[in-house]
């Protein structure tokens, strides 16, 4: 059974910066990718970064290019997600996901292609 454990977010003020956190584990010795998804209220869930298992290899959504970094770490099969530069619409809950590869470089946008899924994490920007 795949864990994905989610911490961080929070309050913060426009132009400020959060960093999540999203650990992926399981008995085996697996190699994942890993994304993030966002939800607003009264919206659908929407892509905003992922990352394969190759850290060279990611991806971004149009509203957090430039603002927002994916990382991650292979020996803790851990992802990142460093925010900077808040905006008030990026207040949303925030989701990770993990999926296992056989790709090292390939990524995943779509939601239906995660299998597992953390329970989200709230982030609040105050304008």
């Known amino acids: 059974q795949v864990q994905v454990v989610q911490s961080g977010g929070g309050l913060v003020q426009a132009g400020g910066s959060l960093r999540l956190s999203c650990a992926a584990s399981?008995?085996?010795?697996?190699?994942?990718?890993m994304g993030w998804f966002r939800q607003a209220p009264g919206k659908d869930r929407e892509f905003v970064a992922a990352?394969?298992?190759?850290?060279?290899?990611?991806t971004y959504a149009d509203s957090s290019k430039g603002r927002f970094t994916i990382s991650r770490d292979n020996g803790k099969n851990t992802a990142y997600l460093q925010m900077n530069s808040l905006k008030p619409e990026d207040t949303a809950v925030y989701y990770c996901a993990a999926r296992p590869t056989v790709v090292p470089t390939r990524v995943y946008l779509k939601m239906h292609e995660y299998d597992h899924w953390g329970r989200g994490t709230q982030v609040t920007v105050s304008s």
């Open positions: 990352i394969g298992w190759s850290a060279d290899s990611t």
């Open positions: 399981s008995g085996a010795d697996s190699t994942y990718a």
